[in-house]
């Protein structure tokens, strides 16, 4: 099957990768044209702009787009024109699903279909296969079938549902993963302090004192500790695979600020549970760590400072007064 791919980052440019694999014919196009000529020298066939990446494509077409969620509405306006009825479009970006609704809506009356196509997998997916959770019609999707199945590993693709429900399932996926991920770290960081016992301690009114520090002796290595947890543990996943990887190759993640960004999904995830009454404060606290790392609560920790230092004088360690 042929398939035209717009946006040839990391993601995209592997997705042709494995279709060509599969022995699916692909044309790719990106604005930076680096891109363009890498997949052509690995039997694409790259496009100058995205007239002639439409021409290139045989109808029905099939083009999916894999661009950041907030450029997808300015793709489409360029695109919708010189696409013909009949023709699907497939966003494979983490879109919020509310949009999902409104382009499917909006690309009908043009006689285009719409499929929203949430992926997981990132740069692992070349060679394990991409987990896909696809909304819009019925038709499409099946038409679409030989590439979903090429993408994805076995049983690693769903028909979720209309359009929307895609995204929808990619969303909470995400926010579960933030949750997860924030869990793993919490754990990690309490071993890491584990050797609090050893550590000097100020004697003073602003520092709580360890009444037993020989309770906190060990210094643990936590390279060895995520390697054994992947051998039989319940706690064993990809992602604790991927985090005793990184401290296997840099214990002390020295190359990392701890600077941790959010495109997205977890915030609408919280959206969606909050319309739906349904609890998720590990989701939400998992997302409030992210915004606190980017330095979002320092403000609030100099009010809680200045109102210590209002009712009882009391000055923070290192600071010379005011």
Request: with cysteine; glycine share 12%; proline share 4%.
């Amino acid at each position: 099957m042929q398939l035209g791919m717009a946006g040839l980052g990391r993601m995209g440019a592997n997705m042709v990768r494995r279709l060509m694999r599969g022995g699916h014919a692909c044309v790719g196009f990106d604005k930076n044209y680096a891109n363009v000529n890498a997949i052509e020298q690995e039997g694409a066939t790259g496009a100058a702009s995205l007239e002639d990446f439409v021409r290139r494509l045989t109808p029905p077409r099939a083009v999916w787009l894999m661009v950041p969620a907030a450029v997808v509405d300015g793709v489409l306006a360029e695109l919708t024109p010189l696409l013909a009825p009949g023709d699907t479009v497939i966003d494979g970006g983490n879109s919020h699903y509310v949009d999902d609704i409104r382009r499917a809506a909006e690309l009908r009356e043009h006689g285009l279909h719409y499929v929203d196509a949430g992926v997981s997998g990132g740069v692992w997916g070349l060679e394990r296969g991409y987990c896909l959770m696809v909304g819009g019609e019925k038709d499409p999707v099946e038409r679409l079938e030989p590439i979903l199945k090429a993408l994805a590993p076995e049983d690693g693709y769903l028909h979720c549902g209309a359009s929307g429900a895609g995204h929808f399932v990619k969303m909470v996926h995400n926010g579960i993963e933030y949750g997860m991920m924030a869990a793993y770290a919490e754990g990690l960081n309490i071993l890491k302090h584990a050797n609090a016992g050893r550590q000097e301690r100020a004697a003073n009114a602003e520092t709580a004192p360890l009444r037993n520090p020989e309770n906190y002796p060990y210094e643990f290595d936590l390279a060895a500790i995520a390697e054994v947890w992947r051998h039989g543990s319940v706690i064993s996943s990809w992602l604790l695979d991927l985090t005793a990887k990184a401290l296997a190759e840099a214990p002390d993640l020295a190359g990392f600020s701890g600077h941790v960004a959010d495109s997205g999904e977890g915030r609408w995830t919280l959206t969606a549970a909050i319309e739906e009454s349904a609890p998720a404060p590990v989701l939400s606290a998992a997302l409030f760590q992210r915004f606190s790392s980017r330095g979002e609560s320092d403000f609030a920790s100099k009010v809680l400072s200045a109102m210590r230092f209002q009712f009882g004088g009391h000055v923070e360690q290192g600071q010379s007064g005011h």
